[in-house]
């Protein structure tokens, strides 16, 4: 008997990545669907890396968490509308806000196995266009009626239908097993690890100040394409302050004394797109390119939210992290203060001191703040769901870049279901 030779893992580099601007929902991007939005965002990547030639991509993974029916085949339906060649493979992934970090990792491990050369990974969403579901009752009549074997019983079941079944059912921000929405249970969250009012208003600030000077010094000239009217992220507000978020008014949590999460600390309904170029070293070498990072560790983890966040408990439904981060770093041989970068997705302003407090919890040492999302976060960027991972990845890619010598960043990310999703990223 014979056995085929397992291949050595390659490392994974990290081209280059590509976004379009992210927008408040009903706003600019209101008509715009999923497929157009990441479409923009991977033909942005095709403009600036030539990859407008016959076999340039091995595939594209990519996702939206909010998908009509008519998204079925997303990520291949934007090859074929895409200027990528027709014949790249593709194929949807779903993993809630993990999603595009996911569909990197899913890339990057066909990659490292030798099984293709180049792919593109990322996400997006559109909370404006959110599918509407047929009222159900109004669905099982629609069904009978297809079943029925004549005119007359067809008529019979469509007699049924009453004005109460033509009320769509409108998609709810609520986990099935809980019936909470993520905001309130990231509001159980703080509670029980005593996040305070004043920490979060200043982490929210401080992402909004960030991502305003990045865009200021031209950081994101290589990794945003104008889409519809916009050039940069509309959630932005460089004048945030600690003194203007403190006289928001609590949105979640308000059947607790003195809630702290308001839509200032946290993050907004949002449409957009982001991609990330992902290669072998061979690849960027052939064509010149020079990796901005290499994709080196990932993690994922899940928590029982449902028996831990109700009762009131430490494992919160965005808290998995606090689990896939030191799993990560044990298998790894690394510590936080090895870590020249940290990028934590702001779901909410509230989740990350959460999650920070829990990996000090767990024996992690604290993460220095000069180093925690330099550029800014989700706070201010806002948040399309399958398209937050990829966003992350290539601008903590581009940040390492820009630093002299060799450098290391770490990503977590939260997603709704209990999980979260983690990687490294380094440049040597």
Same mark, same amino acid.
Not at 113 to 125: H, I, N, P, R, Y
Not at 256 to 262: F, I, K, S
């Given at each position: 008997m014979?056995?085929?030779?397992?291949?050595e893992a390659r490392?994974?580099a990290?081209?280059?990545?590509?976004?379009v601007p992210?927008?408040r929902s009903?706003?600019?991007?209101?008509t715009?669907s999923?497929q157009?939005m990441?479409t923009?965002?991977?033909?942005?990547?095709v403009?600036?890396y030539?990859?407008?030639?016959?076999g340039?991509v091995?595939?594209?993974v990519a996702?939206?968490v909010?998908?009509?029916?008519?998204?079925?085949?997303?990520a291949?339906?934007?090859?074929?509308?895409?200027k990528?060649?027709a014949? /790249?493979?593709?194929?949807d992934?779903?993993?809630a806000?993990g /999603?595009g970090?996911q569909?990197?990792?899913?890339?990057?491990?066909k990659?490292?196995?030798?099984?293709?050369?180049?792919?593109?990974?990322?996400?997006?969403?559109t909370a404006?266009d959110?599918?509407?579901?047929?009222?159900?009752r109004l669905?099982r009549i629609?069904?009978?009626?297809?079943r029925?074997?004549?005119? =007359?019983a067809r008529?019979?079941?469509?007699?049924?239908v009453?004005p109460?079944?033509?009320?769509?059912?409108?998609p709810?921000?609520?986990?099935?097993?809980?019936g909470?929405s993520m905001g309130e249970h990231?509001a159980?969250?703080?509670?029980?690890?005593g996040i305070?009012?004043?920490?979060q208003?200043?982490l929210a600030?401080?992402? @909004?100040r960030?991502l305003?000077a990045?865009?200021e010094?031209g950081?994101f000239r290589d990794?945003?394409v104008p889409?519809r009217g916009?050039d940069r992220?509309q959630n932005l507000?460089?004048?945030?302050?600690v003194?203007?978020l403190a006289k928001?008014?609590?949105?979640?949590?308000?059947d607790?004394?003195?809630?702290?999460?308001?839509a200032g600390?946290?993050?907004?309904l949002?449409d957009?797109?982001a991609v990330v170029?992902?290669?072998?070293?061979e690849?960027?070498?052939a064509?010149g390119?020079e990796?901005?990072?290499y994709l080196?560790?990932?993690e994922?983890?899940?928590?029982?939210?449902v028996?831990?966040?109700?009762?009131g =408990?430490?494992?919160?439904?965005?808290?998995?992290?606090?689990?896939?981060v030191p799993?990560m770093?044990?298998r790894? =041989?690394?510590?936080i203060e090895?870590?020249?970068?940290?990028?934590?997705h702001e779901a909410?302003?509230?989740?990350v001191?959460a /999650?920070?407090?829990?990996?000090?919890?767990?024996g992690?040492a604290?993460?220095d703040r000069?180093?925690l999302?330099?550029?800014g976060?989700s706070l201010?960027? =806002? @948040?399309?769901?399958?398209?937050?991972?990829?966003?992350?990845?290539? /601008?903590l890619?581009a940040?390492?870049a820009?630093r002299e010598?060799?450098s290391?960043g770490?990503?977590?990310?939260?997603a709704?279901g209990?999980?979260?999703?983690?990687a490294v990223l380094?440049?040597?």
């Open positions: 014979s056995f085929v030779k397992r291949p490392r994974v990290i081209v280059g990545g590509s976004r992210f927008a009903d706003g600019p991007y209101a715009a999923n157009e990441l923009a965002a991977v033909d942005g990547l403009a600036r030539g990859l407008d030639v016959p340039a091995g595939e594209l996702g939206a909010l998908k009509h029916s008519r998204d079925f085949n997303l291949r339906e934007t090859v074929l509308g895409s990528l060649d014949r /790249t493979p593709a194929y992934i779903q993993q806000c /999603t970090l569909a990197v990792v899913a890339a990057a491990n990659i490292a196995l030798g099984q293709t050369e180049s792919a593109v990974a990322g996400g997006a969403d404006s959110a599918p509407l579901g047929v009222n159900d669905r629609l069904l009978e009626a297809r029925a074997g004549s005119t =007359g008529l019979k079941a469509l007699a049924q009453r109460s079944h033509l009320i769509p059912d409108i709810r921000n609520a986990e099935p097993r809980t909470l990231a159980v969250t703080a509670r029980a690890w305070g009012r004043a920490a208003d200043e600030a401080a992402s @909004h960030r305003a990045a865009y010094r950081f990794l945003v889409f916009l992220d507000r460089p004048d945030s302050t003194e203007k928001l008014k609590p949105v979640f949590g308000l607790a004394p003195d809630p702290t999460m308001t600390n946290s993050t907004p949002t957009g797109a170029l992902l290669a072998s070293q690849w960027a070498d064509r390119l990796p901005l990072a080196t560790a990932y994922t983890a899940a928590v029982d939210f028996r831990g966040d109700v009762a =408990g430490e494992d919160g439904l965005l808290m998995a992290p606090a689990y896939a799993r770093l044990e790894t =041989g690394l510590g090895d870590f020249d970068l940290v990028e934590i909410f302003a509230s989740q001191l /999650t920070l407090a829990a990996w000090e919890k767990r992690l604290p993460v000069d180093r999302n330099v550029a976060s201010a960027t =806002g @948040h399309p769901f399958a398209a937050t991972g990829a966003r992350i990845v290539a /601008t890619a940040l390492l820009e010598g060799p290391r770490l990503i977590s990310v939260c709704a209990g999980q979260g999703v983690t380094e440049r040597a």
